[in-house]
């Protein structure tokens, strides 16, 4: 919002008094808080819905809500980090449409933009809903941020509130229905009052006529211009409030020029949200809704495999299938069962198809039916199927790739690296036969892995927090307690360090109170080392008496180490020359995540979060938030370079929401991690937690700076433009570009970019989607340039939504065919039933999905043997259960409710649509049930 809410959302995350606005804190409500409560609201219900109709009890959160008690009244406790991870990624798209689109009257519902606005949410609606049914949910989040933001503008830059309305505007989220009439352009709509006390300034025809007008804004001091006798926006930014008639009627903040309204517009804003919410929720139906939330009854991890299935991998694929049952037998129904199953085979010359369900019966099946086959000459596309996992994926993935060949696809090396990074996905390999195990049972030479292709793999998996574990087909089965482990959701990083070439380095990290089941991995051959406890005892990595390591095991290149749980500062002494990787793990509740972002050069500041690498010379920030405890605070953050020896510690901003901003002056010149300390209060005693996490990501900061802001639906069969600039502040020279997407659709982009310091370059990539390409579908793409030489590379990596010209926007229709019920008396004994049919009309998408919403009884739906396009619901309860509600949705999302009911007397037998399905047809329903009713009780 171009307005104040942003600038308040702004000034409560960062500059505060940097832009000089004079917010009193906690009094105005911005489009963060905004968008959190509705999130929370519609959440809330949607639990207790479920919880309902599962039969579980149900406890309302304390209020004001918080992520913890909202996702524990969930029943969803383990899942915070997934929660506040989404609901922040749909803010920050919401921030971001005033930073991006400040001055594109549309999104913001200014200068009487009414068609404009609504076309854009309209649009975004059927994105998320189409996202929502392929539970492309990352894609979902970010068009439905999107599009929040103009909605929550029309109540604080529209006459809506002026006009007496106290009810959001519910057609703004209707195709096709009217949101009142508008002004013309010639009509003037204000008069002109002084800045700060513009009460009557709307004309009192328009609010007598109830028509709708909005403020102009521009921010030109010299140009700027409105229509005659139009209302401003209003502001010392806006300059056009300077002009005849003068003054505003915005309502972002309570100093706004109809700042006494600003109350009432937020809190129609966040009715309008929540409304909207509704909408989407019944659409996806409620369980969906939740995982698009990020909440999960069992882990919010989600299992991920990508596997050769080349003619080689018989006995690792076996393998596999064994893992996978004894995984899902071992999790369904428990806390540690995943929340998602991805599955990718590579094979060559092909690759996928992607496997993505949160259905285990299904991803077991596909595991199933893998069969190792073809594969010609020994190197497998292996990074493509990678790099398809990596964009299916969601945020903090655990990704496995099995395979025993080198990579015939190296060239999508830094495609991947820029994947990790923006996921921040560990990836494991498990490479089986290479040239370093010692095995007994060897493959011809020739078809061994060599050791610079065992090399890519291993970089990649220390790019991303990961291992590389390098063992004989015959130990496989052993591996794999790596994979076992890392479903559960409280797995948390203690520390990760990799060394290459290795040396002698001492180590320290803490284990405290809330971890459990600490766990050292290591990798490396021949690696020797001290373990020393808080309290001094050591054992050493020969010494299978002492008592600090509970269980070891080794396969392989790969150890791993159950340690004591002692708490307190540990010290790892690695005496190695040998590469070696250590990653020190556990369980705990308490976790962080952060963001890059970068301060807004636009005119109402703020932050935008990065896309990209960070900018290597200037400073940079981290947006950060801790999970799992209301008390914890961090205290410290440090950057520290992969080599251990450059570690920058940066500034910490508390914002509100207990997040964090992360300041630092420059960053590590080479690789870096994350390192986090902080305090909370023990779960268990009085004391206070000291801990210590870490990212598993290794990130690099660029000397490239690259810049996209496409829109993001992409229509099949029309060429889609992603224009780019790309900077550098290192040398000049020709750029390599690349361009890469997850669908493989079509595309075109310049090859190389010639670039000199301070000048710009400009780039489109155009990708074409196929025409039959289903709506819903969501495309990562990757675009690339690489400094000549290859010394430097930055990527921009951006996700988009497939959505087909949507024609339907009437939801289906039920008509009561028959209804029985003698309801009387003693309802226990007694039985009432009613059948329906539900259509789509004539040229509807059809009929997708009926839920009953409410009524204890059994529902059976069918297919109309003679008409496909009629589904027939028969429902059937005790008269215990007198009221009954269904959900009919098109395939396009268009929610309708129904209801009937078994009560006897003034009320019985009344079928009603919601507002949603006035349809002709089911009014004239309501008029025949009406007709009976009358009938029944004699007035004729
Ligand atoms: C909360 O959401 C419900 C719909 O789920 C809506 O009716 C209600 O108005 C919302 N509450 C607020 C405070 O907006
Ligand atoms: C590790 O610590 C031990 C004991 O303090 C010390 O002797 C050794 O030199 C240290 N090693 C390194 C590489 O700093
Ligand atoms: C960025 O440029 C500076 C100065 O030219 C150089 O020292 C630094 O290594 C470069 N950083 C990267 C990541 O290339
Ligand atoms: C960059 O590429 C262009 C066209 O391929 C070529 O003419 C030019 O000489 C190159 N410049 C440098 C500095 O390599
Ligand atoms: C790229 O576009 C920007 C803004 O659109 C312009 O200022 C710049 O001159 C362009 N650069 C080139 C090399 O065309
Ligand atoms: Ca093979
Ligand atoms: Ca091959
Ligand atoms: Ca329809």
Redesign the pocket.
């Known amino acids: 919002m171009k307005s104040v809410w942003p600038s308040a959302l702004f000034l409560s995350l960062l500059c505060t008094g940097a832009l000089g606005f004079d917010i009193l804190p906690g009094s105005s409500l911005t489009h963060q808080e905004i968008t959190q409560q509705a999130l929370f609201n519609v959440t809330v219900q949607v639990c207790r819905a479920l919880a309902k109709a599962e039969g579980t009890d149900f406890t309302f959160p304390a209020q004001p809500f918080t992520i913890q008690g909202v996702a524990t009244a969930c029943g969803a406790p383990r899942s915070s980090k997934t929660f506040i991870q989404s609901i922040l990624h749909i803010i920050y798209r919401n921030v971001r449409v005033d930073i991006r689109y400040a001055l594109n009257a549309s999104f913001h519902f200014d200068d009487e933009m009414f068609v404009q606005g609504k076309k854009i949410i309209i649009e975004g609606i059927q994105a998320v809903k189409a996202s929502n049914k392929l539970e492309n949910y990352e894609a979902a989040r970010q068009n439905l941020g999107e599009i929040l933001h103009p909605l929550q503008d029309f109540y604080s830059h529209s006459n809506w509130v002026e006009l007496g309305e106290k009810s959001p505007n519910s057609n703004l989220i209707k195709s096709g229905a009217s949101i009142g009439n508008i002004a013309a352009k010639s009509r003037a709509t204000c008069r002109s009052c002084d800045g700060n006390n513009c009460r009557n300034n709307i004309l009192e025809d328009i609010i007598a006529e109830k028509i709708l007008t909005s403020g102009y804004f521009s921010l030109n001091f010299i140009f700027a211009t409105k229509p005659k006798g139009k209302c401003s926006h209003g502001g010392t930014v806006d300059q056009t409030s300077k002009i005849e008639p003068t003054g505003g009627i915005n309502k972002d903040k309570e100093s706004s020029s109809h700042g006494y309204l600003h109350t009432q517009a937020a809190n129609m804003a966040i009715a309008a949200t929540s409304e909207l919410l509704e909408d989407i929720r019944g659409a996806a139906g409620d369980r969906p809704f939740l995982q698009m939330m990020g909440l999960f009854k069992g882990s919010s991890k989600a299992l991920c495999f990508v596997i050769d299935t080349t003619s080689s991998m018989k006995d690792d694929i076996a393998t596999v299938k064994t893992v996978t049952s004894t995984i899902i037998n071992r999790n369904v129904g428990t806390a540690n069962e995943p929340s998602l199953y991805i599955l990718v085979p590579f094979n060559d010359p092909g690759f996928g198809p992607l496997t993505k369900t949160t259905d285990s019966a299904v991803f077991q099946n596909a595991i199933d039916s893998l069969v190792a086959t073809g594969g010609g000459d020994p190197p497998e596309m292996s990074l493509s199927g990678l790099q398809l996992a990596l964009s299916a994926a969601p945020l903090n993935s655990e990704i496995f790739l099995f395979t025993d060949a080198a990579a015939k696809d190296k060239n999508l090396k830094s495609t991947v690296i820029a994947l990790i990074e923006r996921t921040q996905s560990v990836v494991n390999f498990m490479i089986t036969d290479t040239s370093s195990v010692n095995s007994r049972k060897r493959r011809a030479p020739s078809n061994r892995i060599a050791e610079a292709d065992a090399q890519l793999y291993r970089d990649l998996a220390q790019a991303s927090g990961g291992q590389a574990i390098e063992i004989t087909k015959s130990e496989l089965p052993q591996a794999t307690v790596l994979i076992k482990e890392s479903s559960n959701a409280s797995l948390v990083t203690l520390l990760q360090a990799a060394r290459n070439p290795g040396k002698a380095e001492n180590f320290t990290f803490m284990i405290d109170d809330s971890v459990t089941n600490p766990t050292v991995y290591i990798t490396g051959k021949s690696i020797t080392f001290t373990l020393i406890s808080p309290t001094g005892e050591s054992q050493g990595s020969s010494d299978t008496t002492g008592s600090l390591i509970i269980t070891s095991q080794s396969v392989g290149n790969f150890q791993s180490l159950q340690l004591k749980k002692q708490t307190g500062k540990w010290e790892m002494r690695m005496v190695s020359s040998n590469p070696y990787t250590v990653k020190v793990i556990g369980q705990s509740p308490i976790d962080f995540f952060f963001d890059f972002v970068v301060v807004s050069q636009g005119p109402f500041g703020g932050f935008d979060t990065l896309e990209t690498r960070p900018s290597a010379g200037g400073n940079g920030s981290l947006l950060m938030s801790l999970t799992g405890s209301d008390t914890a605070t961090v205290t410290e953050v440090t950057l520290v370079g992969s080599s251990g020896s450059e570690v920058i510690k940066g500034v910490l901003v508390p914002q509100n929401n207990s997040r964090v901003l992360v300041q630092v002056g420059k960053f590590p010149s080479g690789d870096f991690v994350v390192q986090v300390k902080g305090q909370a209060d023990s779960f268990t005693s009085k004391a206070l937690i000291l801990f210590q996490r870490q990212s598993p990501t290794n990130f690099r900061s660029s000397n490239l700076t690259m810049n996209a802001n496409p829109e993001t639906i992409i229509v099949p069969g029309t060429p889609f433009s992603v224009p780019f600039?790309l900077t550098t502040s290192g040398t000049s020279g020709n750029f390599t570009i690349r361009s890469t997407n997850s669908r493989g659709f079509d595309s075109t982009f310049p090859t190389s970019m010639f670039l000199e310091p301070g000048?710009?370059?400009?780039g489109t990539v155009t990708l074409s989607a196929p025409l039959n390409t289903p709506s819903g579908t969501d495309v990562t793409l990757a675009i690339e340039a690489e400094a000549p030489g290859g010394t430097d590379s930055n990527y921009i990596v951006l996700r988009f939504s497939v959505l087909n010209t949507v024609t339907d926007f009437k939801a289906p229709v039920c008509e009561q065919l028959s209804l029985q019920t003698n309801c009387s008396v003693n309802c226990s004994m007694r039985m009432w039933e009613v059948s329906a049919r539900v259509t789509d009309g004539a040229d509807g998408t059809g009929v997708d999905l009926v839920t009953l919403k409410q009524g204890n009884g059994t529902i059976n739906t069918t297919l109309d043997s003679g008409n496909e396009n009629i589904t027939l619901v028969y429902y059937s309860a005790s008269c215990c259960s007198p009221d009954m509600e269904i959900e009919v949705v098109d395939r396009v999302g268009n929610v309708a409710t129904c209801s009937y009911s078994g009560r006897q007397g003034s009320t019985s037998a009344v079928s009603e649509a919601t507002k949603l399905t006035w349809s002709p047809l089911f009014c004239l329903s309501i008029v025949i049930v009406g007709l009976h009713i009358l009938t029944k009780m004699g007035i004729q």
Do not use: A
């Open positions: 600039t000048i710009t370059g400009n």
